[in-house]
């Protein structure tokens, strides 16, 4: 058979030659190099580059002579002509074993290239170019008809061999490399299938993408398609981390040194970007400043110091106990105060030794779903983790920390109808939550999650006195995932109601909404317990820190900073001073104390003024009154305790220690002498456009090196606004308002007259536009609402405040459209609390308050995750009550993290000592590595799918529909049908 296999090749070259010689202008694809058993299939080209004559770069096997790639025994091409030059192939000594050409070992076996009639099927008969019947014929049954390959020009001339099944030998028959998986008609062949038939390589070349590898191995399990685990055949830099697939190419570094498809231990790995998962990309680790493939890899990071290397086999390159990444901790490949230095082994001491060092990091687990496309991090201590199913589908988890008593329950869905948003969300799924326990003192603030997806996170009190914890976490699953299995285990938590409820709702895109709510027990967290490990384990789950997608890979990282101590902030409290107001301003008077306590803890220098609903409005006596800045708890509290009155210069009906509230007596600063505001202000509410004239007044404030003033902002200074009010904004020029703005206006539907909502975002700023705020400063002031919540009555005089009563304040209900103070509200990224009750008030100033210490911390480089978060001090302001070696978590006395505006904050004696006190906190984050919000790539599972094209569909007149799950028509074919033609949409073709 050797011999007789040797045979027919040799004649195959000659008859081919003949072919060339009467006219046909490349009888093959190949140079001189094209008439044996290797066939010339190295197509004129310097064997692709690699070792030839056994080793496991070409040829194949051991049994195979070489590699799967050459047909030939270990002595393969034996000749001193072999291993690349145009000879190649095509001596009578390759291919020639005894175990080459038609024995077990060849010819199609997995071992050898994967793929039948390896080598060149000779035996099958010797293909004539000048054959009437080539059309129906594939000799070598590589599922391109003899005519298709001697006719078909794969570019400069280049044609595949008829009487060779993987012309280029890279070890892909030439139809699979085309995207042909159907035999020729007639024929008996059997043809690998295709399993990504539009991922189309080039089967004259052994390497399409010139990375140093050959198709085959890139495309290892040979089914045309680019897998997960392989790399990509048609991208020179799969990973795209500035080196190439394959070995180095002169000055271009690689990462397959030896080309086997395989990662060994020298090398890094070509389809990870972080071959070791320290956070710093193996490019900028070996110093690569030049991108290889510029065309595919857009997003390209150089080493910005590519003298100073790091091991990206190794993620603690110094052997300090600190990764190259935690020390790099801007990844950009060089050393910047006050980053560490990862090749100083010496430089992780002190606070950097304490918290960063491999051994001291705050460990957490993470659970993840494919399917849910849900990944969590959860502190060790939540022990029972279960799926939730419908049938064997995972829609998501339900979880219990058995220590301290919280449990959770995290799915993904499709969007509710009518919700475009997750405040949509949240509205929608709130009465599924609510069947279960009736809930009260919402509290809710929009922001963007650290990987760029809208979100709201809310908070609820639901009753429930007698139900267990567990319990109602399985209940909550019930009302949001019906028909589900997966519930905690049947023992009791021995924790009862009533219960805080911590939730989050992520709208990803339409078909792509996930929800997570926390439980825990409400006495355990709130008021004297708002500093219990169940709390933060709470809010770390909630506030987005805690939820990645399926996939989303970590790193470590070490920060040091200083904590400014100069951080500056003034408050402006907008209160309504209408006749319905005077228990909703006593309410906000007592949560008074706390709020500025809370602040007191901090660093921040903070100052707080007030102006009423009737500030813009002629004819009221606090019409253009600002109660000047202060930093008087007393006086804060004279102005909304009911009759305070100036007397001899102190407001009274409040303490007056500390410090005495000082008023000047003058209707210069309001009613009462600037004492209480009253309540006898103008009945059209206009809180909106109270709290744009008052900013338009006090801004753009005095210089940072100017004296401060009472009646004006500092520039210097972060600026916040909280409005409270029990009507929705009747607003309808700067200086005036109408009642329910105007005609066609009822309590509970906006007249026409009502000012454009969209003037007061432009004003304040939006968090999700790039435009500049309109306002003075030019910068996002936040404006948080402790108003009327959504769908409510308020304001009534007389109750059951409802429906039926009509003396219900003005506050359009949710089918009229949106409330207008809360719409500006969740458009600057505020806090959106409840007047409806004391209890309320206080719950929604308490989050006002924590939002504004979080957005004045220091914010971290990277997106933390909050249950990692550790943190050190050089010295602390009392070390008698806080370990600076390892800060507690604590608002009193410790660290507190804002996982919204990733931010930390230092509190009481865990200040630092002084200015230049060094801090240090080290966290795991996440690295956004998943581009699809449905999870995987978009059109991912669509037969057309293409990752090399843009619009991930292949070729022109396809793209990727508005739900990233189908390749359609795009318009008009996009735009390829000429003159005369017309696009056909339902085949999408031009016709």
Known sequence: MNVQRWFHAALLGAILVAAAACGDPDPSPQEPDAGAGDAGSDAGLPDAGFPDGGSSLDGGSSQDGGSSQDGGSSQDGGSSQDGGSSQDGGSSQDGGSSQDGGSAQDGGSAQ??????????????IPDPNDPNNATKDTDCDGLSDKVEFETNRGNGRKTNPGLADTDLDGLPDGLEVGVDTPVPGTTCVLLRDEGFLLKTDPTSPDSDDDGLLDGVEDANHNGKADDWETHPLLKDSDCDGLIDGPNQGTTLGEDLNANGFKDGNETDPRKSDSDGDGILDGVERGVTVNPDPTSCSGFIPDIDPGTNTDPTNTDSDGDGVSDGAEDSNQNGRVEPPELDPADGTDASGPVGQVCTTNNLRSVAFKDEQGP??????????????QIKVGSDVRGLIGYDSSNKVGFLVYRQPAPAGASDPLGDEEVLRPSIASKGALSNRTAQRFTTWDGYGAVQAFYDQAGTTTDLKRRTDELVDALVPGSTGRLSSSASGITGNFRLQTLFVHRSAQSVVVLIAVTNLGAVTDSNQNSVAAFSARDLSDGSALAQFGEPTAVQCERFHVATTSKLDLLFVVDDSGSMATSQTALATTAQSAVNALNATSLDWRMAMVTSSYHIANSANSARLRPFTR???????????????????????????????????????????????????????????????????????????????????????????????????????????VNCGSGGTSDRAGSGCEPIQNFINFFGSVSSPTTPGNKTGKLIPVHGIVCPTGAFCGCTTQPCDSNNTTREFNPQPQYGPLRHATVVNASGGV???????????????????DTIGNQGYQTLKPPIGASIKVALEAVSDPALCQASNVPRSTVNGFDFDGSARTLSLFGACRPATMNSQAVVSYRYWRNTVSDPNGGAPCEDDPYYSPVEPDHCAGPTLGCDASDTQCVCKPNCGGTCSVGTQCNMATCACE
Do not use: H, Y
């Open 832 to 850: 959106l609390g409840s007047i409806l009750d004391a209890t309320s008030i206080q719950a929604a100033m308490t989050a006002i308050v924590s």
């Open 112 to 125: 050898d290239g994967g793929f039948p009639q390896d080598g060149g099927s000779s035996d099958a008969g």
């Open 373 to 386: 496309d849900i990944k969590l991090a959860l502190p060790l201590s939540f022990d029972e983790v279960t």
């Open 632 to 738: 008087n708890v007393n006086k804060v509290r004279a102005w909304l305790t009911e009759n305070s009155i100036c007397t001899s210069g102190i407001c009274s009906n409040v303490p007056t220690t500390p410090e005495a509230a000082t008023c000047s007596g003058s209707s210069a600063e309001g009613a009462n002498g600037g004492c209480w505001v009253s309540v006898t202000g103008s009945g059209t509410e206009g809180v909106l456009g109270a709290s744009r004239k008052a900013i338009d007044d006090i801004t753009p404030g005095t210089d940072a090196t100017a004296p401060e003033s009472p009646t004006l902002a500092r520039k210097g200074a972060s600026l916040v606004v909280v409005i409270l009010g029990d009507a929705d904004d009747q607003t309808s020029g700067v200086t005036s308002t109408v």
